[in-house]
């Protein structure tokens, strides 16, 4: 039986993958997989915006503000990668390693 | 339409969980960006044309360009196995499924999610597609915003060539 698409399906996606962003940050102990798994969750987020953006249907559009919005999300979370990138790559410097669990001091 | 619905939204699942379980720092970076045109393709079903190929452009592209870049600058290892403690494992995955039936348990109850999907009004001639209209608001209503993020994106840029200097102080 094939049944229409709902508002609930696609939310239902998004939850799922903010759960596998939330497991990777959780279980991974590679810095920059753990930013990836961070990236992955805002991704799932934005998800979120564009289907509740769809389903409000004004005079034949949908509701544009949710889309604007996710565009600031967008160029937020590209500023975001570079610094923190930037900030991965001192870390390796001073420490020579990734792993979360060998960055345990505060001073370097 | 359900049926491609379905395989997206595998193609996002799927590419997230290879995000997480691969080991290797390189898959880890490919699966993301399958998962990320899984999501994009979303979008466009979504009617989100522009957000749609933003999210490709941006995330699959740039973005991921990046970490593969950075990846490959530190030439990170695969992670070496460990005997994980299983009470991590169970704690993490836990947290996860928690979240997950919180949100369908959250969702079943109210009517908001059952909501199908309403016919938009066909976009003909100019100064009716997602992307006009996007740019419009983008431009009037929210101009401030818009200047904030510029200043957002220039210490950005500031903030990195700091950190990348040899000496931190």
């Known amino acids: ?108 | 339409m359900t049926f491609l619905f379905y395989l997206f939204s595998a193609l996002a699942l799927f590419g997230g969980i290879g995000v997480v379980v691969n080991r290797n720092p390189v898959s880890s970076a490919i699966s993301m960006i399958l998962s990320f045109l899984g999501l994009a393709a979303l979008f466009i079903q979504l009617d989100a044309f522009l957000v749609g190929i933003l999210q490709i452009l941006v995330y699959a592209g740039a973005i991921m360009v990046l970490f593969l870049f950075i990846i490959m600058l530190l030439d990170v290892r695969e992670e070496q196995r460990r005997r994980r403690s299983i009470v991590h494992f169970i704690g993490a995955s836990g947290v996860a499924i928690a979240f997950v039936a919180l949100v369908i348990t959250v969702l079943s109850r109210g009517d908001i999610g059952k909501a199908n999907f309403t016919a938009l009004t066909e976009s003909k001639g100019p100064g009716t597609s997602d992307v006009h209209q996007i740019g419009e608001l983008l431009f009037s209503t929210y101009w401030f915003p818009v200047q904030i993020v510029a200043v957002l994106l220039l210490v950005a840029t500031v903030g990195v060539v700091v950190l990348s200097k040899k000496e931190l102080k």
């Open chain 1, 1 to 108: 039986m094939e049944s229409a698409l709902t508002l609930n399906h696609f939310l239902f996606v998004s939850a799922a993958l903010f759960a596998i962003g939330l497991a990777g940050v959780l279980l991974r102990r590679n810095l920059i997989i753990i930013f990836m798994c961070l990236e992955l969750m805002l991704a799932a987020a934005n998800l979120t915006l564009v289907a509740f953006s769809r389903f409000n249907v004004q005079d034949g559009h949908p509701h544009y503000d949710g889309q604007v919005l996710l565009f600031f999300i967008i160029t937020v979370a590209a500023a975001e990668v570079a610094v923190g990138l930037a900030i991965i790559v001192a870390l390796f410097r001073t420490k020579e390693t990734t792993d979360v669990t060998k960055v345990n001091s505060m001073k370097y």
